[in-house]
């Protein structure tokens, strides 16, 4: 089983809905963190959380939400979905010995028509 | 974090070393560089990371030049399947600021 889980994998849904993308992890990490990816401009920051308390906004955090439930869970909303949210999310976690080393989840593709 | 600049995309052929270079001209002393792989729409895979000194693993080495403004990363013997979108990332361990920005990357393709 994968160390960093993201669901689910695809979703598609329509323009004001509201989604949830989910993320658990097993590996005992205090960091995690939301990831974006749209073609041709890499990988953009969304929140990241250093604990359970802790929730921080990256480069792109308008219209989207997070919530640490646990350590092992970091949840990334949207609470009225459009067009432009279409993309490639990622969760990612680190520890806190070297922080810069980012375990990923396999990704969420999500398509808002 | 200090920003980073790399060449878009870069060919090798495959069994020769591909080298990668990133430019982090701005680094700071307490910042380290830390390269990652993305092969087609999977997480990035973290490779290698280090300070001032040369580093080497399993995958791959890494150098970095004495004034640490730039340094490469080398693929020793690719394979076709080290084709992915290469990252140079420089960060700050702890800390608020510990945010790890990704730019784009270089697209490496490996050719038969």
């Known amino acids: 089983d994968a160390d960093v889980t993201q669901t689910p994998r695809n979703r598609i849904t329509k323009t004001g809905k509201r989604i949830m993308l989910e993320c658990s992890q097993t590996?005992?990490?205090?960091?995690m963190y939301w990831y974006r990816q749209d073609p041709g401009l890499g990988l953009r920051l969304i929140y990241y959380?250093?604990?359970?308390?802790?929730?921080n906004k990256g480069e792109i955090s308008d219209g989207y939400s997070v919530s640490r439930q646990a350590q092992a869970k970091f949840s990334l909303s949207l609470e009225s979905a459009i067009p432009n949210q279409t993309a490639l999310y990622f969760c990612?976690?680190?520890?806190?010995?070297?922080?810069?080393?980012?375990?990923f989840g396999e990704g969420s593709r999500l398509t808002v028509l | 974090d200090a920003k980073t600049t790399q060449p878009p995309s870069m060919d090798c052929a495959e069994g020769r070393a591909a080298n990668l270079p990133c430019n982090h001209s701005?680094?700071?002393?307490?910042?380290?560089v830390y390269w990652y792989r993305q092969i087609h729409s999977q997480g990035p895979q973290y490779i290698i990371h280090?300070?001032?000194n040369n580093e080497t693993n399993e995958m791959a080495s890494l150098i970095i030049t004495e004034d640490r403004k730039s340094s490469t990363l080398i693929l020793p013997h690719a394979t076709l399947r080290d084709t992915a979108v290469y990252y140079c990332?420089?960060?700050?361990?702890?800390?608020?600021?510990?945010?790890?920005?990704f730019g784009t990357g270089t697209l490496l393709a490996v050719q038969p």
């Open positions: 959380s250093f604990d359970v308390k802790d929730i």
């Open positions: 701005t680094i700071s002393g307490n910042e380290y």
């Open positions: 590996k005992g990490h205090d960091r």
């Open positions: 990612a976690t680190a520890g806190t010995k070297n922080t810069g080393e980012l375990f």
């Open positions: 990332i420089v960060i700050h361990y702890g800390g608020a600021t510990n945010k790890l920005i």
């Open positions: 280090g300070l001032k």
